[in-house]
């Protein structure tokens, strides 16, 4: 049977928010890692985009997020959970990253970027998700 987690102490689950990293994540690492595999090339962390996509795949004029489902707040995942305490910080956090998500999406999509997203819960079932890409870029199937 599993136990709950002890409730931890504001500065605890402070000090565990800031080490959760912006780039170069397990997840981030397992996408660029499949689309190596495939011989795709691409740049990481393109400033001079909107909303710097953690992968740039220019000879296809796709960019590609890497979104982790608790922040970016993944629809009927359930990783996407909200906390209990706080919510009127979490609450409008929350919303902030889903409007700018929408806002950078929709501006790389007028310079006539695609834009992928790829959530932090499917890097979990790799089969899957190389079905995924392989089919986005047209590549054919193993």
């Known amino acids: 049977m ?7 102490s504001p500065l605890s689950r402070s000090a565990i928010m800031r080490r959760v990293g912006r ?8 996408v660029r ?6 011989g795709l090339r691409f740049r990481l962390h393109r400033k001079s985009l909107p ?19 608790f922040w970016h707040r993944h629809p009927g995942c359930k990783y996407a959970t909200t906390p209990k305490t706080r ?3 979490w609450i409008p956090k929350f919303e902030g990253n889903v409007a700018r998500d929408a806002r950078k999406e929709a501006q790389l999509q007028e310079l006539g970027w695609r834009v992928l997203i790829v959530w932090e819960c499917e890097t979990k079932d790799l089969v899957a998700l190389s079905v995924r890409l392989r089919r986005e870029f047209g590549l054919p199937p193993v």
Do not use: M, W, Y
Not at 2 to 8: D, L, Q
Not at 23 to 30: C, G, Q, S, V, Y
Not at 33 to 38: E, M, Q, R
Not at 53 to 61: A, E, F, M
């Open 33 to 38: 890692s499949l689309l190596h595999s495939f």
């Open 87 to 89: 919510q009127e910080f």
């Open 23 to 30: 780039a170069n994540t397990k997840p981030e690492l397992i």
């Open 2 to 8: 599993k136990t709950s987690s002890p409730a931890r």
């Open 51 to 69: 909303g710097s996509p953690d992968i740039v795949l220019s000879k296809h004029h796709t960019a590609i997020f890497v979104h982790g489902c």
